[in-house]
């Protein structure tokens, strides 16, 4: 039973480093974008109204609005 459980960590830990690595890979190719200003701008601003449009979409959806 204790190689079940050492086994089931050991999945844990490669889940969890594949999932860093491939986020690794993902924001290095954001990297050059923030050399300048106003592609910075652009990348943040579009993360930033992503986010807002993704919870107004789950705000609605499972209708929590208030008004």
């Given at each position: 039973?204790?190689d079940?459980?050492?086994n089931v960590?050991?999945?844990c830990?490669?889940f969890?480093?594949?999932?860093?690595?491939v986020?690794?890979v993902?924001?290095?190719?954001f990297?050059?974008?923030f050399q300048?200003?106003v592609s910075?701008?652009?990348?943040?601003?579009?993360?930033?109204?992503?986010?807002i449009?993704?919870?107004f979409?789950l705000?609605?959806?499972?209708g929590?609005?208030t008004?």
């Amino acid at each position: 039973m204790a190689d079940f459980f050492k086994n089931v960590g050991r999945y844990c830990s490669y889940f969890i480093t594949i999932t860093l690595g491939v986020l690794y890979v993902f924001f290095q190719r954001f990297v050059p974008l923030f050399q300048r200003p106003v592609s910075a701008i652009a990348v943040i601003s579009l993360l930033v109204s992503s986010l807002i449009f993704i919870g107004f979409t789950l705000r609605a959806m499972l209708g929590l609005n208030t008004a």
